[in-house]
């Protein structure tokens, strides 16, 4: 027999856990403060970034050491704090991959939202429904321009992998539930030969049109207000973008969206699905999981789906060569085609 006594089990793992909802908090703090913009210029000392930024020596101890902890700063044996290179490429406010908008947005407009989540998984009710309720433009107005850098890199991707850069003739792009535009943008970009039909509520597209116009595309862009899940959304589409939607509603509502965007592209057309997706026993991965929580909490029937699920629905209603293609982004994005003639 063995004499090597059983490993024990810890509460460590539970207590990471537990206190692991501050990491969020600290990270806003900084980039509120500006702690990140300020070490940009090189490493410092904590009076440095005091004097820097205005903020305290005591608060900027504490968070900042924490950040050390999650490896967002480094810090020297001599006490001096610099950037990483993952907080130097999207912590920086001046930087194009710039994230700190993001997690403002969900630090000051959407954790208090989950403090009642053993109430909303008792009941199955969301705390609001930001996607149904009366105050939905609003809430993506605000959105949108913070998750442009997030998906901004895979649209560019798809470009690529279209071939968008070789046409020569019209390429026209269907953007549903465009927001910002990006993956519109990120087409537009590719070629002149694009003209971008950017699909979503009334309030959302004065936004649209702005970031078109900083990007230099405003002039390949149409915008139209509608209500992707009931409104018609035309036809001859060459190439068709849905990001980041489907996880909103129910598996109805989805199979009705895809069944109208299956209508509105051309023989032979593309659409290009971005989402959070789970695995096919929902076990992984984390940041999917954890999204459809935040799904549960803000609407009425939206989840994070599996790969499966996805395809099933596309290959219902007539879409054909389901395939995934690797990108900078929460989750492989799928694309699937509508048969030629």
């Known amino acids: 027999m063995s004499s090597q006594a059983p490993s024990q089990v810890t509460p460590q793992h539970l207590m990471q856990t537990v206190w692991s909802f501050m990491q969020p ?3 806003d703090a900084a980039i509120q403060n500006h702690v990140f913009d300020v070490l940009d210029a090189g490493p410092k000392t904590l009076e440095e970034v005091s004097h820097a930024t205005g903020a305290s020596v005591r608060g900027l101890a504490a968070v900042m050491n924490l950040l050390v902890g999650v490896q967002f700063l480094a810090k020297t044996t001599d006490g001096r704090y610099s950037l990483t290179p993952e907080s130097s490429a999207f912590l920086v406010s001046t930087k194009p991959g710039y994230h700190g908008g993001f ?3 969900i630090v000051s407009g959407l954790i208090t939202d989950f403090l ?4 909303v998984v008792r009941t199955g009710k ?3 429904s930001n996607v149904d309720s009366p105050n939905a433009a609003g809430f993506f107005e605000e959105l949108v321009a913070n ?3 997030i998906a901004y890199p895979g649209a560019r991707v798809v470009a690529e992998a279209l071939g968008v850069s070789r046409a020569v003739q019209q390429v026209s ?3 549903i539930g465009a927001g910002s535009g990006v993956w519109g943008i990120a087409l537009a970009q590719a070629s002149p030969q694009v003209r971008v039909t950017a699909v979503d509520l009334p309030g959302v597209l004065p936004v649209t049109r702005k970031i078109a116009q900083q990007f230099g595309v405003a002039g390949q862009f149409t915008c139209a207000g509608k209500d992707i899940f009931q409104d018609d959304l035309g036809s001859g589409y060459s190439v068709a973008t849905l990001g980041h939607i489907l996880h909103m509603a129910s598996p109805d509502r989805n199979r009705f969206l895809l069944k109208n965007i299956f209508r509105a592209l051309a023989p032979g057309g593309t659409l290009v699905i971005g989402e959070f997706i789970v695995n096919e026993d929902r076990t992984g991965p984390v940041e999917p999981l954890a999204f459809a929580v935040n799904m549960l909490v803000h609407t009425e029937q939206g989840n994070a789906y599996t ?3 996805i395809r099933s629905w596309l290959q219902e209603v007539g879409f054909v060569n389901v395939r995934t293609l690797a990108a900078p982004a929460p989750s492989p994005l799928i694309l699937a085609d509508k048969p030629a003639l």
């Open 25 to 27: 908090l600290a990270l």
């Open 103 to 105: 997690v403002h947005h």
């Open 116 to 119: 009642p989540l053993a109430e």
């Open 126 to 128: 969301p705390v609001e």
């Open 147 to 149: 998750i442009l850098p």
């Open 173 to 175: 792009v269907l953007d």
């Open 307 to 309: 790969l499966g699920e």
